[in-house]
């Protein structure tokens, strides 16, 4: 049993960045996949970014790609999502999420995809 806790979120201001991380506890060694997922008010859980736990491939959704990263300390087993140039659009409870079979169905884009989620953390942009 995985256990996921979130840090970071918070008010920032469009322009502004932000740096998500994510702790991971029990298990830890069985981890394939870690990765972020987002839900804003009255929207489905959006697929943000996924790290490969031991190569370090990473994947991101085509809204965040180029204003996102993601990076994965192994030895804190911890997961770090920066993102910057924020945008009011992310808005959302943003969700950290793991992987431990190994493999991700549809490349890890659907929540149903992973195995462990977070408590979530709520990132706020104001315009």
């Known amino acids: 049993q995985v256990q996921l806790v979130e840090f970071g979120g918070g008010l920032v201001q469009a322009g502004g960045s932000l740096r998500l991380s994510c702790a991971a506890s029990e298990g830890t060694f069985s981890i394939y996949f870690m990765g972020w997922f987002r839900q804003a008010p009255g929207k489905e859980r959006e697929f943000v970014a996924r790290i490969d736990w031991n190569g370090g491939t990473t994947t991101y959704a085509d809204s965040v790609k180029d204003r996102a990263t993601i990076s994965r300390d192994n030895a804190k087993n911890t997961v770090v999502l920066q993102m910057n140039s924020l945008k009011p659009e992310d808005t959302a409870v943003y969700y950290c999420?793991?992987?431990?079979?190994?493999?991700?169905?549809?490349?890890?884009?659907?929540?149903?995809?992973?195995?462990?989620w977070g408590q979530g953390t709520q990132v706020t942009v104001s315009s």
């Open positions: 999420v793991a992987d431990v079979k190994g493999w991700l169905a549809g490349r890890g884009m659907t929540s149903d995809s992973w195995d462990y």
